[in-house]
């Protein structure tokens, strides 16, 4: 069964360093999301993306933040200067045809700003 | 602003004991409401939504807008069910996002 694949697995960052976070949805897939989870906290909505823009962004997604899906797999999120409180669980999900169709979620990539 | 609520953090059942999970939700339009469910060590997934009304692994959930409640419940637990559950709305001004509830940690005692 196709899955959502995200990398790095773990990711360690000096706090100002700039990351990107990848992802790989499953292929036919049109709709793409970010949430992220901050450890002890509930799982908090990021950025939509469809018909390469982005649909819906949330309060956190804020000019720090960008989404790019540079070629026909990969859907990034990049953090341009890292700040300490980035510090979290990053999951990639996508859906078929927004939310009415299920969101696949990928393993997370865990993200330590020192 | 939409808010999702789960008034348990952590539940602790037995074996063979029927489970409710809670779920509050505060909602104007009508609602496309999920339940996800993460076990330990793999990723979150769909345990179930409203909208189909099936039953996914002995879970089923009633939408009571009456009461804007979308609680979970299986009959008898099994251990395989502890796990993380997190009842998820859709965004209330759009449906391109999900917001999660804080989750309930469901412990089945064996």
């Known amino acids: 069964e196709p899955e959502v694949t995200q990398t790095p697995s773990h990711q360690v960052t000096q706090m100002g360093q700039e990351v990107i976070l990848r992802c790989v949805p499953i292929s036919n897939h049109l709709y793409f999301y970010w949430y992220r989870q901050i450890l002890g906290q509930k799982v908090e909505f990021l950025v939509s993306f469809y018909n390469n823009e982005i649909s819906e962004k949330s309060e956190i997604f804020d000019d720090q933040f960008s989404v790019e899906r540079p070629d026909g797999s990969n859907f990034t999120l990049k953090i341009r200067s890292t700040k300490l409180e980035d510090s979290a669980m990053y999951f990639c999900?996508?859906?078929?045809?927004?939310?009415?169709?299920?969101?696949?979620f990928g393993p997370g990539t865990r993200l330590t700003v020192l | 602003a939409q808010r999702v609520t789960q008034p348990e953090k952590l539940l602790s059942v037995f074996k063979g004991a029927p489970v409710e999970l809670k779920c509050n939700y505060s909602?104007?339009?009508?609602?496309?409401l999920f339940w996800y469910v993460q076990y330990s060590r793999q990723r979150l997934q769909l345990l179930l939504r409203h909208i189909s009304r099936e039953s996914i692994k002995g879970f089923t959930a009633d939408l009571n807008k009456g009461e804007t409640s979308f609680h979970l419940k299986k009959p008898f637990a099994q251990e395989e069910d502890s796990a993380m559950y997190y009842c998820?709305?859709?965004?209330?001004?759009?449906?391109?996002?999900?917001?999660f509830g804080p989750g309930t940690s469901l412990s089945v005692i064996p």
């Open positions: 909602y104007s339009g009508s609602p496309e």
């Open positions: 999900a996508s859906s078929e045809g927004g939310l009415k169709d299920t969101q696949y």
């Open positions: 998820a709305p859709p965004g209330e001004t759009s449906y391109d996002k999900v917001i």
